[in-house]
């Protein structure tokens, strides 16, 4: 039987679907890292914004090769006094009653850490699980609260970050995940984490365009950057991927800021059509506060994608 050909009201219906159902599944999520400056106000503080859904307190950048790792968080606390920072247990059972995730984050751009073998690897999974995840120690840095996952910032090179990741992600269980994400360079791929992001194992992958000239947005040119992100979600299996941004020019002195009109208007709206969209990476929660830039996205998102 011959049909009626469809009606310009069908095409105009299937177009308001298909916009709705990307509205309504696209989000901008807002991750930043907490624990460099002592002037960017307490973990409760950040997480009182209401603006981010993860934070990553930074760094332990003292581990690897039988050492004994150590934290630091610069003005907050000593973590190299016993208890000296324990106070913040209670702040971030505070963040995560609130939906928000916190993560320690490894590494930084400065620091003493590698992974010398597998064994060595293994040593820091139990050191990390026992003293900042489910595990139990009578010294845990941060008190008794139970982070909910490991961030890889791996900024100098050795090997092995592979056998830590699968390490870490086989403590989780049915009732208590391990979620583990990375911050690597938007050179693809990344020297430094490139064998860990191989395993596939990584919910979040915040990828840092900044300080990269070659992939990141420059003098109004978005396209290297919009090449790289689309390299990155095409060729590494992650759960999600995070567009990494300073929130303010200071933040990153070989560039990479965009200024939050920019970053609606002409960044968000093509890399959020990706499958793998996630959300910004925000450096850092100290710069954050200087410019309130993650406000700024918070209403581009409202704008870009409403409920």
């Not at 993560?103 to 060595?120: F, Q, T």
């Not at 989780?172 to 791929?189: F, G, I, K, N, R």
Request: charged fraction near 15%; proline fraction near 4%; charge should be negative.
């Amino acid at each position: 039987m011959a049909g009626h050909p469809p009606s310009a009201l069908f095409f105009v219906s299937l177009l308001a679907i298909i916009l709705f159902n990307h509205s309504s599944q696209a989000h901008t999520n807002i991750s930043t890292y907490w624990g460099q400056n002592g002037n960017e106000g307490s973990l409760t503080d950040a997480c009182d914004t209401g603006n981010y859904a993860f934070i990553n307190i930074a760094f332990l950048y003292k581990f690897g090769g039988g050492q004994t790792p150590e934290l630091n968080l610069a003005g907050h606390c000593d973590a190299t006094t016993t208890g000296a920072c324990a106070f913040l247990s209670d702040q971030i059972t505070y963040c995560q009653d609130l939906g928000i995730q916190i993560r320690l984050s490894l590494g930084g751009g400065s620091g003493n850490y590698s992974l010398s073998s597998a064994d060595d690897a293994a040593e820091v999974a139990a050191y990390l699980w026992n003293n900042y995840l489910g595990g139990e120690s009578d010294s845990r840095p941060l008190g008794d609260a139970i982070l909910d996952g490991i961030d890889f910032d791996i900024e100098i090179q050795s090997s092995y970050y592979d056998v830590l990741a699968t390490l870490l992600h086989n403590y989780s269980t049915d009732s208590e995940e391990v979620y583990l994400s990375a911050a690597p360079q938007c050179v693809y791929p990344d020297a430094n984490l490139n064998e860990a992001l191989s395993t596939g194992l990584f919910d979040y992958v915040q990828i840092q365009f900044y300080n990269n000239p070659s992939c990141q947005y420059q003098d109004g040119n978005v396209t290297n950057l919009l090449n790289a992100w689309n390299q990155w979600t095409a060729s590494v299996t992650a759960g999600e991927f995070f567009l990494g941004l300073p929130a303010a020019e200071e933040a990153a002195p070989s560039g990479g800021y965009i200024d939050p009109e920019t970053l609606c208007d002409d960044v968000l709206p093509l890399i959020s059509t990706s499958e793998k969209y996630g959300g910004v990476m925000l450096w850092s929660r100290y710069y954050d506060l200087l410019t309130n830039y993650s406000t700024a996205i918070v209403e581009c998102s409202n704008a870009l994608f409403p409920m």
